[in-house]
């Protein structure tokens, strides 16, 4: 399997600490989705309603993360970051303590199912500190002819996470706490990740200018555009919603299917499920880590190729006759989600200034974040017609090749190789120029 390797310009016990964050947040997350559909029917949770148990934190994440961009920047990198694991940590801990209820039948699923919700919102509200603050860590401290490979070998966190997370979540699941079991030990990992930062992490200085208070000179003063109405950065974030919400919706779909393709009681399918996701994973990193590397592929090329080979993964998916084809359908969408994300990513990061990466990371978390809000939807669909969800991710996907081909700002995405010198020079031109700032 490839390994991270620091980008151009990032120190490597930086970038290996950095990388640990992401890391250490994407196999608890991952490894709660894998648990999360026995833990919902064990408990006696409506299927569509266990999905939702990550829609409230994904509305928080979505409001808090433009919000925690800023604080990044007035604040430095490394205190977002132990806010951000902090609260990771903290939502961690109350979940395995309203699943251990559950499970023990404290309550009534209703309940339960409140209370979850509520426990999984300290991650939205708190979690999503660390995202941009990492994210614009290695933005501003890498050329933008290494901003594609930089932004693939940070998001291969979360691809390693999810081979991880499901490999680890049926180990956790222990004699006492049986199923919350994974929940307080991905509790534990975020923890000493925690302290690796406070203790190892140097600290950047914050710049002057973006500590001070930003408030209008007179009445009536221009005010700030919100990222997501900046033309500059929109097409991708429409871009990067769609192919996130289909990604989140396949994961998030992946268990009920597997438990009732195999007939088996949730707990039993675990390891099952966890095996389905794991080989989706090591797809996600061969994209990030290997294909994107070997052939040094521009985002114009990963906003087309990812969501073209995902829509093949789907379609897979939805035609699978047993275990074996979901498995390998499921590894083919990972493969294009793995290539389309970095591409939206890594585009977004170009199109602005250097000046401006907290933000743009902001609105990227935001997008990330937000996408899961609409999962439970996908999940009842599959209640009703099991291949549904599956072919609506194929649509969408096709959707999105359609509009990497037409859009201008998709279409014109880092059109030269990254390797050429030239590209550099280019784009620092064009921002000297005023395209780098609203």
Not at 29 to 41: D, Q, W
Not at 262 to 281: D, N, R, T, W
Not at 365 to 390: D, H, I, R
Not at 399 to 419: G, S
């Amino acid at each position: 399997m490839p390994t991270p390797v620091a980008p151009q310009g990032v120190p490597r016990k930086s970038f290996a600490i950095i990388f640990g964050v992401s890391l250490a947040t994407a196999l608890g997350n991952t490894g709660l989705i894998s648990v999360l559909p026995a833990i919902g029917r064990s408990i006696g949770i409506a299927d569509y309603m266990a999905a939702a148990i990550f829609s409230l934190s994904a509305l928080l994440w979505a409001f808090s993360s433009p919000w925690w961009a800023r604080a990044s920047d007035r604040y430095g990198r490394k205190p977002l970051m132990m806010v951000g694991l902090a609260g990771f940590l903290v939502s961690m801990v109350a979940c395995g303590i309203v699943v251990s209820a559950g499970l023990r039948q404290m309550a009534t699923p209703l309940v339960i199912f409140v209370a979850f919700l509520f426990a999984r919102a300290l991650f939205g509200l708190f979690g999503a500190a660390s995202n941009p603050a990492t994210q614009a860590f290695v933005a501003e401290r890498t050329p933008p002819a290494q901003r594609t490979q930089a932004m693939a070998s940070l998001a291969g966190a979360f691809g390693l996470g999810t081979v991880i997370g499901p490999f680890l979540a049926p180990l956790f699941i222990l004699p006492v706490v049986g199923l919350a079991g994974p929940l307080f030990c991905f509790a534990l990992i975020a923890a000493a990740m925690l302290f690796v930062v406070w203790r190892y992490l140097p600290a950047t200085p914050v710049d002057p200018e973006a500590a001070r208070p930003r408030r209008p000179v007179v009445a009536g003063a221009a005010r700030e555009k919100p990222m997501w109405r900046d033309p500059r950065v929109t097409p991708f974030l429409i871009y990067g919603f769609v192919v996130a919400t289909c990604q989140t919706a396949q994961a998030q779909t992946l268990g009920f299917l597997i438990i009732d393709k195999l007939g088996l009681s949730p707990a039993a399918a675990q390891g099952f499920i966890a095996i389905a996701m794991m080989f989706g994973a090591v797809a996600g990193l061969l994209a990030q880590w290997g294909i994107i590397r070997m052939f040094q592929m521009t985002p114009r090329q990963l906003l087309r190729w990812g969501v073209a080979v995902a829509a093949v993964g789907n379609l897979m998916v939805a035609l699978s006759p047993d275990y074996w084809t979901v498995v390998a359908g499921y590894a083919v969408s990972s493969l294009g989600f793995g290539l389309a994300r970095p591409g939206f990513t890594a585009g977004s990061s170009l199109a602005v200034g250097i000046d401006e990466q907290a933000r743009v990371a902001g609105a990227i978390a935001a997008v990330n974040g937000l996408n899961v809000v609409l999962a439970p939807a996908f999940v009842a669909l599959y209640a009703l017609v099991n291949p549904a969800p599956f072919y609506l991710n194929l649509v969408l996907m096709l959707a999105m090749l359609v509009y990497a081909l037409r859009n201008p700002q998709l279409r014109n995405a880092d059109p030269t190789p990254a390797t050429v010198e030239a590209t550099t020079m280019s784009t620092l031109e064009k921002e000297d120029e005023g395209g780098g700032s609203p």
